[in-house]
């Protein structure tokens, strides 16, 4: 399978160290000479990869392309490349419609739509898609667990949890330090806090059909610390915050 990408930042190359490290069979891996660092050092240290003089390059020697552009040139970049009929585009950009994107990369014309995170270079990731072909679904497969999404409005949705993720460290980080500010040894409050949220959200991976509300209502017992500590968080309206970030962040996709 001959697999090119159209940049090279911390997503792209995530998917490709998750790729390479993958048991995915018969890879050839095309990059662009965009960070040059980067590509680099990917081209050094896996015997699949080339790291190639140009984008043109790329689409020429590749059948699926991957595009990890910024969202503010990527249009511009696409469009100056020719692209053919039988090229299977996957992009990762989050601003970049479908539309717009089916427009700029003509004749091509099986293209699709992809939110991969960092993890996938643990092949334990979430992967949602829009409008993939099986072959890219068979594809990420490798990377994670793929998630066919059904409408772009709903693809946006699920895009914008993806600016939540500094939020969440940073919540990890305040949890950890109220331990260790009594006493708790610093690496020890921060695995512990790391630990216990893989495990909760384990517990809710392994269910037939995941329902947060069942589970918080089973881990409250009455007069239990959870249900304590529930009722006050709710109270002062913790929550809110973040569902007017995520109000906030989605009005970008607009």
Known sequence: MKIGFIGIGKIASAVIEGLCTSEAQDLQLFLSPRNEKLSTQLAEKYTSIKRLSSNQDVLDSSDIVVIALRPTVAADILKTLKFRPDHTIVSLIPLLKYADLSAVVQPAATICRAIPLPTVMEHNCPIPVYRAPANVIDLFRFLGQPLVVTDEPQLHAIWTLTGLISPFYDLLGELSA??????????????????????????????????????????????GMNEQAAKEIKEKGAHDAWRVASDRLLERFK
């Open 178 to 223: 109220w331990p260790i500010s009594h006493g708790v040894d610093e690496r020890v409050a921060n695995t512990y806090v790391a630990d216990l949220f893989q495990s909760l959200s384990y517990m809710a991976q392994k269910m037939s059909h995941i329902d947060f509300s069942e589970l918080s209502h089973h881990a409250a017992t009455p007069n």
